[in-house]
């Protein structure tokens, strides 16, 4: 009978790993990056993770299905379409154990541009230095900036409201005025076409006080 070989150990291990928390985008994200990045937890014991991307929840159709990731993260690389997406991620451990999918996440991608705002208009105040300037609604916008130059300045204004009184003005000197629209994605209008203003002191002088008339002593004069 001969010798024993040397010998040699291995382990059985049928325990999945835990399940991978996701980090970010946070669940309903909508953005204009059609080349997102995700993030998630790293998990002890990780060997592998694999990510899912689908327009639809079952993810019955991966638009993307990759399952050799090493790192708790990713980034597309084929530019998605304009859509609403889900996501989910599971990890592998050295054994071959799969863990159970991540609750899934929702994002959209959305690269087109609101209108831009329409009716722009601006009016120099009656009491003069100011400029009132007013635009319709645009749906979908969660910020307005407007732009405004004259001779030798200009400047940005940024607001969620549909009028803006812009004060501490040059009474006399044209300004000029245009405005765009962001929308919750990020994506910007292009500009409206400018209007002008020029603001003026319309309001009168107040009365003079203490008026006196007073007859002088060699006569025939006040």
Same mark, same amino acid.
């Given at each position: 009978?001969?010798?024993?070989?040397?010998?040699?150990?291995?382990?059985?291990?049928?325990?999945?790993?835990? !399940?991978?928390?996701?980090? /970010?985008?946070?669940? $309903?994200?909508?953005?204009?990056?059609?080349?997102?990045?995700?993030?998630?937890?790293?998990?002890?014991? +990780?060997?592998?993770?694999?990510?899912?991307?689908?327009?639809? +929840?079952?993810?019955?159709?991966?638009? !993307?299905?990759?399952?050799?990731?090493?790192? /708790?993260?990713?980034?597309?690389?084929? $530019?998605?379409?304009? *859509?609403?997406?889900?996501?989910?991620?599971?990890?592998?451990? $050295?054994?071959?154990?799969?863990?159970?999918?991540?609750?899934?996440?929702?994002?959209?991608?959305?690269?087109?541009?609101?209108?831009?705002?329409?009716?722009?208009? +601006?009016?120099?105040?009656?009491?003069? #230095?100011?400029?009132?300037?007013?635009?319709? #609604?645009?749906?979908?916008?969660?910020?307005?900036?407007?732009?405004?130059?004259?001779?030798?300045?200009?400047?940005?204004?940024?607001?969620?409201?549909?009028?803006?009184?812009?004060?501490?003005?040059?009474?006399?000197?044209?300004?000029?005025?245009?405005?765009?629209?962001?929308? +919750?994605?990020?994506?910007?209008?292009?500009?409206? *076409? $400018?209007?002008?203003?020029?603001?003026?002191?319309?309001?009168?002088?107040?009365?003079?006080?203490?008026?006196?008339?007073?007859?002088?002593?060699?006569? #025939? /004069?006040?």
């Amino acid at each position: 009978m001969s010798d024993w070989s040397d010998v040699r150990s291995f382990t059985v291990d049928t325990t999945a790993p835990s !399940i991978p928390v996701l980090v /970010s985008p946070s669940d $309903a994200y909508i953005t204009n990056d059609d080349t997102p990045g995700f993030e998630w937890d790293d998990v002890v014991g +990780a060997y592998l993770y694999q990510i899912q991307i689908d327009n639809d +929840a079952d993810f019955s159709s991966p638009v !993307i299905d990759v399952n050799d990731l090493t790192s /708790s993260a990713y980034t597309v690389i084929t $530019a998605l379409g304009e *859509d609403d997406y889900y996501w989910q991620v599971r990890v592998r451990d $050295a054994a071959g154990n799969w863990s159970d999918y991540c609750t899934a996440r929702s994002f959209s991608v959305d690269t087109t541009p609101p209108s831009i705002p329409a009716n722009l208009e +601006a009016t120099a105040e009656p009491e003069g #230095e100011s400029i009132t300037i007013s635009y319709d #609604e645009v749906t979908d916008a969660v910020l307005y900036k407007i732009s405004w130059s004259r001779m030798g300045a200009s400047g940005i204004i940024e607001t969620t409201k549909l009028s803006y009184t812009h004060t501490g003005l040059i009474n006399g000197v044209e300004y000029s005025y245009q405005v765009k629209a962001k929308d +919750a994605s990020g994506n910007w209008s292009d500009y409206s *076409d $400018a209007v002008e203003a020029t603001p003026q002191d319309t309001t009168p002088p107040s009365i003079p006080a203490n008026l006196e008339a007073t007859a002088e002593p060699e006569g #025939e /004069s006040i």
